[in-house]
């Protein structure tokens, strides 16, 4: 996993725990868009055997996970939330540069530390959840969390040259710690 360069604030725990429906939400929302995010991939670059085919692993998990959170939404009588922009993500995204390659690079790139950020968040949920079972579950996203995240990067080495990867990488995420020390704290992945 990536070796991220700040560490989330107690703050952030608190704030889930103190509105875990609310968490629920975002999370449940989160999950389909990494969903969409690995399908857009695979329209953007079909001609890349190896991204096509992690792809549609990743689509297929993070929608079995989306489909998980529901559940557990629908068993707490809530519905889904309209989804919002998330800042985070959002973000992270206007760090992409333009041009063919610095764009796809970038992409994934983003993808990867979204996902490590994803595990760092989703182990602390897990750790601090009193339910046996629902921290389970959150152990387990945070290691799928953590497989897309090697994915991710592993494609970025895969199709460009290490020191490529390692040069722009050691930007983003230095970039991804100023946002995440801007973020406002709530009950909410990102």
């Not at 540069?97 to 994934?108: H, K, V």
Request: charged share 30%; aromatic share 8%.
């Amino acid at each position: 996993m990536l070796d991220l360069r700040s560490a989330t604030p107690a703050t952030w725990l608190d704030a889930v725990l103190a509105d875990f429906d609310a968490f629920l939400l975002d999370h449940a929302a989160a999950e389909r868009k990494a969903s969409a995010v690995a399908l857009s991939l695979i329209s953007h670059y079909p001609d890349r055997a190896e991204l096509v085919a992690a792809m549609m692993d990743i689509a297929r998990e993070e929608l079995e996970h989306f489909y998980q959170v529901y559940k557990r939404l629908d068993a707490r009588g809530l519905i889904l939330a309209r989804d919002d922009k998330d800042p985070y993500v959002g973000a992270l995204r206007a760090r992409i540069r333009r041009g063919a390659d610095a764009y796809f690079l970038d992409r994934l790139l983003v993808a990867g530390i979204v996902e490590a950020r994803g595990c760092e968040r989703f182990g602390l949920v897990a750790s601090a959840l009193e339910d046996e079972a629902l921290a389970a579950f959150y152990r387990a996203i945070a290691e799928s969390e953590a497989r897309h995240d090697e994915v991710f990067i592993g494609l970025a080495h895969e199709y460009f040259p290490k020191d490529e990867v390692d040069a722009r990488l050691d930007v983003l995420l230095d970039e991804e710690a100023e946002i995440v020390a801007g973020l406002e704290i709530r009950a909410a992945l990102h």
